[in-house]
């Protein structure tokens, strides 16, 4: 997303748990980062089930948030 400097920026993430009897494994957590386009990290997160996230643009420009799940087992699509 194009984000303005001096921006304030927010985001609220959750990973939906597809068996709300167990506990969520570790393989099945997230990693999330949010980056600029210089590269700068603004936020990172990891092994995480929830989150959030605010800060304000340093920098102007597009912005990109990530999130993966590095060992997913069992693998699915």
């Keep these: 997303e194009d984000i303005k400097q001096n921006a304030m920026t927010v985001g609220k993430y959750h ?25 700068n990290t603004f936020h990172y997160s990891d092994k995480v089930e929830s989150g959030q996230f605010a800060f304000v643009a340093g920098e102007g420009g597009d912005f990109m948030t990530c999130f993966w799940v590095p ?7």
């Design 71 to 77: 060992d997913h087992k069992p693998q699915v699509t």
């Design 15 to 39: 990973v939906v748990n597809p068996n709300e009897a167990q506990p969520l494994t570790d393989d099945r957590k997230l990693v999330v980062r949010v980056t600029s386009t210089a590269g």
